[in-house]
Structure formats: C-alpha cells, structure tokens
C-alpha cells in the first residue's frame, strides 16, 4: 500500500517530508522515484509529539507529501484527533497530501464494541488525506500480505493500473482467508486490544525498575522504544541477547536511533515476564 500510494503521487521534481526517526520504508520508497526527501523531527525530548510550527516551516514550493505514522511506528505515540483535523487542513491550504501508515490504529481500546470509535482514519478528516493498513499487526496474518488505502478516486484510480504490473493478483487462498479476517474483525481486534493492554502494563511495570532505560510509554500497540541512558553498543548487546537468551529485538538503527531499540510484546502474556527478565540479563552483560 505505501509502496503504491508513493508511487502514484511522486515523481523526479518531487520533495517529500517525512518524520524522522522513521520507520524505515517511509524514507527509503521515495527514492526509487526520484523524490527528494526531507525530513520533519519528532524527537524524544518532544514525546516524539507533531510540531506543527516545525511542519509548516519544512514544507517547500515543491512538498507534494507529508508522511507519517499513526501510531508513531515503533513508539506508539498517537495524534490526536485535533491534530488530524489540522493536517487535513493544513494540507488543504498548502496544497499537498499528507500520507498516515494506520498499520497498529486497530490497537486502540476505542475501536473496540459498539458504536463510532472516537479514533477515525485520517482518510476520513480531509481529502487530502491517506490512510494505508493491513491485516499484519492487530490481526496477526503478515503473511498474507493483504492491505488497503483509503485515499480520493483520483489517487486510487493512479494507483490501480500500478497494482496491476507490479504486485499482480494474490494468491486465492490468501485472498479468502483475508476475506474471512475481516469478516470476524471485531472478535480479532478485541482480542489483539485487551492483549496489547495487558502487556503493556506488564512492561510499564518492568520500565519502572529500569533506571538504565527511558522510554515514551506507548499510547497504544505492541511495541516500544526503549533507549539507553548510558551510551552503549545496542547491536552487541541485542545480538548477545538472541545468541544467549533466544530473544530478538530491532536494533535502533532501523529507526534512527541507536542509543535504543524496539520492543515488541505482543507476545503470549504468561511468556512476557520470562523474556523481560531475560532481558534485563542481557543488557546488564558488561562486554
């Protein structure tokens, strides 16, 4: 989808800002097109917070895009829905899209039961605006490799014929048990939230006795950045704590930070605690 929704709207002329730390894609994809990239900063001593200031004064003659996370991937911090209503806006005004990778929005508890959930698509605040998904995290099926964007007819007919010469058809078994997903989304989303919570707590708890590490405790999801106060080699320490303990965990270099790395714990509830403790093992490992 993001992959698509690029390639449709961006050309050799174009500039793109994208948040930064990022995951990776967001900043990579452009490039094949011949796009420029900026860069907008949601940094750790801002709570990883949208600057809005900051946004506007990044936008050139030539800003076609903005993208960004929502959640923030891998931090979990969530726009409010004000400040989707300014984006769409804003966007509005400037005359330019603005792109949200909605991939972890089905972990928020308000997406949950009956009635309108207070946390809408960002497709659904403005025209202008793009919201890309899948059924990867909250429900569990990567490897279907089923997604969607939500986007006007003029960007989804772009991108279309694109789908066509690129990706091709998927496979049938993936298209039916994508189908069926969906079709049960409510029963998976509630299981994937009152996981996601649980766990969180869980690791809340155990970042309270961590003075070693700092974090923006996530808003929602399964996963959560996690940086050393002390500078060290995350990636030794990450490749000691698979080869000697059987956990693995995403260097921050991925994500343009390497005094951290993410967390993910989505993980069965009962196994959680065990892989903390193993975890605080192997970051206390002095090489």
Same mark, same amino acid.
Request: proline share 5%; charged share 30%; no cysteine.
């Given at each position: !989808? *993001?992959f698509?929704?690029l390639?449709?709207?961006l ?5 793109? *800002?994208?948040?930064e730390?990022a995951?990776?894609?967001l900043r990579?994809i452009p490039?094949?097109?011949g ?6 900063p949601r940094p750790?001593? $801002? ?5 809005r200031?900051? /946004?506007l004064? #990044?936008?050139a003659?030539e800003?076609?895009?903005v993208?960004?996370?929502d959640?923030?991937n891998p931090r979990?911090?969530? &726009? +409010?829905e004000?400040?989707r209503?300014?984006?769409?806006a804003?966007a509005e005004?400037? $005359?330019i ?6 991939v972890y ?5 308000s997406r ?5 959930? #207070?946390?809408e698509?960002a ?5 202008r605006?793009?919201s890309?998904g899948s *059924?990867?995290?909250a429900y569990?099926f990567?490897?279907?490799? %089923?997604g969607w ?12 014929p /694109?789908?066509d010469? +690129?990706i091709?058809d998927p496979s049938?078994? +993936? %298209?039916a *048990?994508?189908v069926?997903?969906l079709?049960?989304?409510?029963e998976l989303?509630?299981h !994937?939230?009152e996981?996601a919570?649980?766990?969180g !707590?869980t690791? !809340? ?5 961590r003075p070693d590490?700092e974090?923006?405790?996530p ?6 950045f996690?940086?050393?106060r002390e500078?060290? $080699?995350? #990636?030794?320490?990450?490749s000691l704590a ?5 956990l693995?965990a %995403? ?10 790395f993410?967390l993910?714990?989505g993980?069965r ?5 065990i892989?903390l403790?193993? &975890?605080g093992?192997? &970051?206390s490992h002095?090489p």
């Open positions: !989808a *993001l698509l929704v390639a449709a709207l050309d050799g002329k174009s500039r793109v *800002l994208v948040e730390p995951y990776e894609p990579r490039l094949l097109f796009a420029r990239v900026d860069r907008l750790f001593e $801002n709570r990883y917070r949208l600057d200031d900051r /946004l004064d #990044s936008l003659p800003t076609k895009l993208v960004l996370t959640p923030h979990g911090v969530r &726009l +409010s004000e400040e209503d300014w984006l769409a804003a005004d400037r $005359n899209d603005v792109l949200v990778d909605e929005i089905d972990f928020d508890a949950v039961g009956e009635g309108r959930p #207070s946390y698509h497709f659904r605040h403005g025209r605006m793009i890309v *059924l990867t995290k569990g990567g490897r279907l490799r %089923v964007v939500l986007a006007r007819d003029e960007i989804v007919r772009r991108a279309a /694109l789908y010469y +690129s091709g049938g078994p +993936s %298209v *048990l994508g069926a997903a079709a049960v989304r409510d989303r509630r !994937a939230v996981r919570a649980r766990n !707590a690791v !809340a708890a155990w970042m309270e006795k590490l974090w923006v405790r808003d929602t999801g399964i996963t959560a996690l940086r050393l500078r060290r $080699n995350v #990636s030794a320490l990450l698979h080869r000697e303990h059987s693995a %995403v260097p921050g270099d991925y994500f343009e930070d390497p005094r951290g993410r993910g714990f993980i509830p009962d196994l959680l605690p892989a403790e193993r &975890l093992v192997a &970051l002095r």
